[in-house]
């Protein structure tokens, strides 16, 4: 059985930055693909970032490019999000999330992913 834990999510005004931290129980394969998603009130989960495999290439949203940053320490089982330059809009329940899936776009996608954290809360204010 596989857990994931986030944590980190705080509140911040706009401008500011904060780091999730997701750390995996169970049997986490270093191909797994490891991936971070938001979901804000009354809207549809979207992903914002995602990594490949052994720390290998991320990809990212559209609107989080340049502000947030995904890595992973395969030895502590743990997938990070820095996000930075915060904004109203990045207000949202986050989630991690892992799968072996190797596709760009599924890996992006909810139906792309097989374990799920509970999720840890992000406000940012202005």
């Known amino acids: 059985q596989v857990q994931l834990v986030e944590s980190g999510g705080d509140s911040v005004q706009a401008g500011g930055s904060l780091r999730l931290s997701c750390t995996a129980s169970?049997?986490?394969?270093?191909?797994?693909?490891l991936g971070w998603f938001r979901q804000a009130p009354g809207k549809e989960r979207e992903g914002v970032a995602a990594?490949?495999?052994?720390?290998?290439?991320?990809v990212y949203a559209d609107s989080v490019k340049g502000r947030f940053t995904i890595s992973r320490d395969n030895a502590k089982n743990t997938v990070y999000l820095q996000m930075n330059s915060l904004k109203p809009e990045d207000t949202a329940m986050y989630y991690c999330?892992?799968?072996?899936?190797?596709?760009?776009?599924?890996?992006?996608?909810?139906?792309?992913?097989?374990?799920w954290g509970q999720g840890t809360q992000v406000t940012v204010s202005s």
């Open positions: 999330a892992a799968a072996q899936v190797y596709s760009s776009r599924l890996a992006m996608e909810v139906r792309g992913y097989k374990y």
């Open positions: 169970g049997y986490i394969s270093i191909t797994s693909t």
């Open positions: 990594i490949f495999s052994a720390g290998g290439s991320t």
